[in-house]
């Protein structure tokens, strides 16, 4: 039985995939991608920068600077409370730290 060389081999009639940062993605069809592209070129939103806006652009990088009114901080507090907050889902912490702004204006700390 003679084996087939690499080269020989059809191209695959599946789907295309790349690898960004370890997953691999589902790359679009050339169908899917002209049917894309003509729903961006239909969208009055669209908005496609000149050259020139593109040279002043500059690429963000991390997280977004914060207010620079927060102080990091250790803090221990009961796990219930934690729990409790924690159990509210997404924002948890800025919804303690909302509760205790309260709390200090009722007790009018640092009045």
């Known amino acids: 039985m003679k084996k087939r060389s690499s080269s020989s081999r059809k191209p695959s009639a599946g789907p ?4 960004w940062r370890g997953t691999r993605v589902i790359l679009p ?18 908005y496609v920068p000149t050259d020139e ?3 002043q652009m500059k690429p963000l990088r991390g997280r977004p600077r914060g207010s620079g009114s ?3 901080l ?3 507090l ?4 934690v729990a409790r907050f924690k159990s509210t ?3 948890w ?11 200090a204006q009722r007790a009018r700390i640092g009045d």
Do not use: H, S
Request: aromatic content about 4%; overall charge positive; hydrophobic content about 35%.
């Open 16 to 19: 295309r995939y790349r690898m």
């Open 29 to 46: 069809t050339p169908a899917e991608e002209r049917a894309i592209n003509r729903g961006i070129a239909a969208d009055p939103d669209t």
């Open 53 to 55: 806006e593109f040279a």
């Open 70 to 72: 927060r102080v990091r």
């Open 74 to 76: 250790t803090l221990r």
């Open 78 to 81: 009961d796990r219930d409370v």
């Open 89 to 91: 889902g997404p924002g």
């Open 93 to 103: 912490q800025t919804r303690l730290n909302e509760l205790l702004i309260r709390a």
